[in-house]
């Protein structure tokens, strides 16, 4: 399916897709199943689906009209959500839709660069959006003003990187280093910032650094960078009840400790930092 469109135009819509996944199936999340992970577990379902898939679609190891299949049944099940009364049935209505979104997921992303570090923090960041307005931005904030902001941050600094490189190929160029240091701080801040202007600072770290390594190859594929988020968003729906935003802190913590160690030189086998894209082509 990939190979049909315009690059740019997959990219878009690789991008659009996980953005609707990380903001739909946690708000539907919360609404039917927050009593289950703290209402994470859809997107966590996604999420293991999409990482999981990818490889196969990439080796062609499945028929080519099943992510169609995948989609229309993904479609279908979250339409029938709005027939059926919350409870277990539309908990496992949910995750069944999510796990074939999942799949649809897979077939968009298949030969991308994921899973990396900065990936793994966008979609921690992205899968607790729900959880409270109030742990990643701090007093004063409403849900609808958290995703407002996520939205304008996932959607507006890729764009204005992708625009800068458009003009001049080598326009804002970073080392592994350099995007690992950047990941590590916008981590550690989130992990140990109290304040409303650390945490925004934090997050706007995590995207540049992603957004400056999007699209890049990578030399190798591990199952560990690939479970790494997933885990960690679990964990933070299953602790969430008991120690509320620590929870999310600790994982924060566990990405900015792992992308210092990148910074540092010691690179990690399952998650190499590669270098940027160089042409508007490969950031599209």
Known sequence: MSERLHPALHATLRQADALAAWLLLGWLGQRLGWSVASGVLPVVVWWVVRCGGTALVTHGAVPRTWPRACAAGALGLLVSLALLPAGHAALACLLLGSAL?????????????TPTLAGQAMGLMMGSLWLSSQWCLGPGWTDAQAVALHIGLMTGLPLLVAAARRYDPVCLRASSRLLAAL??????????????????????????????????????????????????LLAVGLGSPTLGPQSLQW??????????????????????????????????
């Open 251 to 284: 994982a924060y913590g566990v990405l900015g400790v792992l992308a210092l160690w990148a910074a540092c030189g010691k690179r990690l086998a399952d998650d190499p930092l590669a270098p940027p894209p160089l042409t508007w082509k490969d950031a599209s």
């Open 183 to 232: 990941l590590a701080t916008g981590a550690l801040l989130l992990a140990g910032a109290s304040g409303t202007e650390g945490r925004l600072a934090g997050m706007v770290l995590l995207v540049m650094a992603w957004s400056l390594g999007a699209g890049a190859p990578t030399s190798a594929r591990s199952p560990l960078p690939a479970a790494l988020g997933p885990a960690l």
């Open 101 to 113: 979104w999942g799949a649809w997921s897979a077939a968009l992303a298949a030969g991308d660069n």
